[in-house]
């Protein structure tokens, strides 16, 4: 049965279909890689490619769409394929590096990107994580693709053509291509890069065929070299050719390295072997249904499984192994810092702007062994380049702002994980609080003015500087925490403890807002809540008043008390979605994503703001909270190209959904609790890596109940508004009572609220 429903995906029949006729699903098939690709510059639904890759696989693959080097590398609007290309981009902005393309063509020798691209539909496209088919019509070639970790395996099917060809693209900005006929192999590396490299950098790549050559040459730019087998230059390729029968099958097994060729062989031999194409599909599959099977979900409709496991494969593509295995075995990695091959994990591809709020907090809840190594990787990116990587592509970018590696470091710390050098990352985030970085993104910008005013001032151009300030005293209650776990000296623990408190600078008491604040220390004038970035990062002081994850009670004191800060919540949401992009010198896409959504102020497509709707939870409102998370998810996520609100992000936007989905959210990592929505299931299994399985059952939920009056764990009522990690780690029923009409009385106490510094304080 199962293999008639991989059919059924792998043929376009849909979803739903194999929902209604009764057939036995896998997790795997409910995923849409399609989800977010109908995106541009202008309006992201998710600024996603469809991702043909293992589990945070060190080589992703995608159809190529757009020209070399447009970082929308597959729009769902797009009429033509140019390529399949070997990437490894985290995102449109960041874009991509070390990376190759394999394309069919036929009857002309056309290798230039605009001439062999072909038309293709999507109702000839079957797009799954492990496996992609696609029909090219100018070439009347159909085009699957299988992946491993770091290699895959192309399966071309041909006309009756006495002129078949195979291109390869090694890109432009330096690359070499060689051509071993008596081998039926190509070989070649690709400099190509967005930067964030070392001098040298290149990724070597192999290409066996199955068939022999009866054409071979190398191109360079748009000049085919006769007769040349082997070219070095700043964009090259190969193309080879041959006669095929109709219907013909001709296999390519591909596999690259950042180290050489000798490695990229070798990774294609441990990883390929002797695999035919369906093996290696089925491998692939199987390793998809490991991991999103870690979350058994029943009891929802055929849209909300969908939408859940497409969410669920976005958070397990990112961070990207960086790392390979030698001859002898052993874990090696090319270093994107100082490009050495060095011992050890690494991780790369991500931005912890983004990341830190609910993917990571989500490894250390169902992937505690994945987080240590990526905990180790990150004490080896410390040690090569002297900094902690808060947006690495592969190496240090300059993007975004904030230290908040030191909220993946506590988080992982607090809640049990180990296996990494704790002591080397503390050192390292303590760095980060002293000192200005090579560039805005790593240390802290700003820093002196921060460590001896509390804040980083608007007036002394420093850009975003209150989203600084906020996140900085953030990453430094995490910060506290972590040096409290490892028993650092009490004077440690209590200066980061009071600069975790520097929020407070920044709340002007006659808006009730957060507000930037000169170096005299008077408020910057004119100040309009309205108006995007300046002050602020991708946001306005609407979405970055709440960014104080650790001390919720503390802003609702200044706030004037709970009632006036559910108020300000409310406000949020009432408000219409008016803005002012004057900073920008435009409309940027996340403020238009926010103005179509209609939901007043509140801008879920960007990550600064998706954790405010849990904070009625702190002030004695749960059930808005409740209601508000079933409006997101049911109006800003389904699984189609449209699918997302905004920017993807790694795994972010996903994430907070899979959390929402189970009922509970990461408001605060760096402390062990995680804070009461609403489940979207009747029925979803967690089965830990500890061997232990949680249970969460809401027997009565649908699209009118979800407002919680009980909830219970293992039979005992539970009263608070949050559950601790060791409560869900041990196992068991978590089960929730949910009714169509909201509870007034369920956690509306103070002693029901989660963390709070200010709150911990009074205690």
């Known amino acids: 049965m199962r293999a008639i429903v991989c059919l059924l995906v792998m043929f376009g029949y849909g979803y739903s279909y194999a929902q209604t006729s009764q057939i036995p699903v896998e997790p795997v098939d409910y995923v849409n890689p399609l989800m977010g690709t109908d995106s541009r510059i202008e309006l992201s639904n998710g600024n996603t490619y469809p991702a043909i890759a293992l589990p945070w696989g060190m080589n992703f693959w995608v159809p190529q769409t757009n020209k070399m080097g447009d970082g929308w590398t597959y729009q769902y609007s797009a009429e ?10 985290p995102s449109p902005w960041i874009n991509d590096y070390g990376q190759f393309s394999i394309m069919p063509v036929t009857r002309k020798m056309n290798f230039d990107q605009d001439k062999r691209a072909s038309w293709f539909s999507h109702k000839t496209e079957k797009s799954t994580p492990y496996y992609y088919s696609v029909y090219l019509a100018d070439a009347d070639v159909t085009t699957e693709i299988t992946p491993t970790d770091r290699a895959a395996q192309l399966r071309f099917t041909f006309p009756a053509c006495d002129s078949s060809f195979i291109v390869i693209d090694a890109f432009n900005k330096g690359s070499y291509i060689k051509i071993i ?35 071979a040459h190398a ?36 596999a690259s390295s950042f180290i050489s060729f000798e490695q990229a062989e070798l990774n294609a031999q441990r990883e390929l072997g002797n695999d035919s194409f369906d093996a290696i599909c089925k491998k692939g599959r199987e390793s998809w249904n490991r991991e999103l099977g870690r979350l058994l979900a029943e009891g929802g409709t055929p849209d909300q499984l969908q939408t859940f496991y497409s969410c669920l494969y976005r958070v397990l593509l990112f961070p990207r192994k960086f790392y390979e295995y030698n001859k002898a075995n052993e874990i090696v990695h090319y270093s994107p810092y100082n490009g050495q091959v060095l011992p050890g994990y690494m991780f790369t591809d991500n931005g912890f702007w983004d990341t830190f709020r609910a993917v990571f907090p989500f490894f250390t809840l169902m992937y505690p062994s994945l987080n240590s190594q990526i905990m180790q990787g990150l004490v080896n990116t410390y040690k090569e380049s002297g900094w902690l990587p808060e947006w690495a592509s592969p190496g240090h970018r300059d993007c975004m702002v904030g230290s908040n590696s030191a909220s993946l470091i506590a988080d992982s710390y607090i809640k049990g994980i180990r296996g990494y050098d704790v002591n ?22 700003g820093v002196q003015y921060y460590n001896q005013l509390g804040y980083v001032p608007y007036d002394v151009k420093i850009n975003e ?29 209590d200066r980061f403890a009071r600069r975790s408190m520097n929020y407070r600078n920044l709340f002007d008491t006659t808006t009730l807002l957060m507000r930037g604040k000169n170096k005299d220390g008077s408020f910057q004038s004119p100040f309009n809540p309205f108006k995007w970035g300046d002050a602020f990062t991708e946001g306005n002081s609407y979405h970055y008043t709440w960014s104080v994850f650790h001390d919720v009670q503390g802003l609702a004191n200044l706030m004037g008390g709970s009632k006036m800060f559910t108020k300000m919540l409310d406000t949020v949401f009432a408000l219409p979605p008016v803005f002012d992009e004057s900073y920008y010198g435009g409309v940027i896409h996340e403020i238009r ?65 899979v959390f929402s989905a189970m009922g509970f959210y990461p408001v605060c990592p760096g402390t ?51 559950i601790d990690h060791s409560q869900l780690q041990k196992g068991g029923t978590l089960l929730y009572d949910v009714k169509n009409k909201p509870s007034y009385i369920r956690g509306t106490t103070p002693a029901a609220y989660p963390f709070s510094v200010s709150q911990a304080l009074t205690r």
């Open 672 to 722: 062990t609790q995680y804070v009461f929505g609403t489940p979207l299931f009747r029925k979803m299994t967690l089965s830990f890596e500890n061997g232990k399985k949680l249970v969460i059952q809401a027997p009565a939920t649908d699209k009118n109940n979800f407002y919680i009056h009980n909830i219970s764990l293992n039979g005992v009522a539970h009263t608070k508004n949050w």
């Open 219 to 254: 191109w360079h730019d748009k000049t085919l070299a006769k007769d040349t087998l082997e070219y070095q230059a700043n964009h090259t390729g190969a193309i080879v050719g041959f006669k095929t029968k109709k219907g013909e099958q001709v296999h390519i097994r591909t």
């Open 80 to 89: 033509k394929i140019r390529g399949f290309k070997q990437t490894h981009q």
């Open 465 to 493: 500087n209150a989203a600084r300030t906020l996140e900085y005293a953030y990453d430094d209650f995490a910060i506290s925490q972590l040096a409290k776990a490892i028993n650092r000296p009490k004077e440690e623990v």
């Open 424 to 445: 080397t990352l503390y050192e390292a985030i303590v760095k980060n609080t002293e000192n200005e970085g090579p560039l805005s993104s790593v240390g802290r910008k």
């Open 593 to 657: 994503e926010m103005q179509i959504m209609n939901m007043g102020q509140y801008a879920h497509g960007n990550q600064p703001i998706q954790h405010m709707i849990y904070l009625y939870n702190f002030a004695g409102e749960p059930w808005k909270t409740q209601y508000w998370i079933r409006q997101v998810m049911n109006k800003l996520y389904h699984a189609a190209p449209d699918g997302y609100c905004g920017d993807e992000d790694n795994g972010q936007t996903s994430a907070w959904y």
């Open 181 to 215: 006929p008596g081998e039926r192999k190509i070989i070649g590396y690709s400099a190509d890069n967005s930067g964030g490299v070392p001098a040298g950098f290149k990724n070597y790549f192999v290409v066996y065929f199955d068939k022999d050559f009866t054409i």
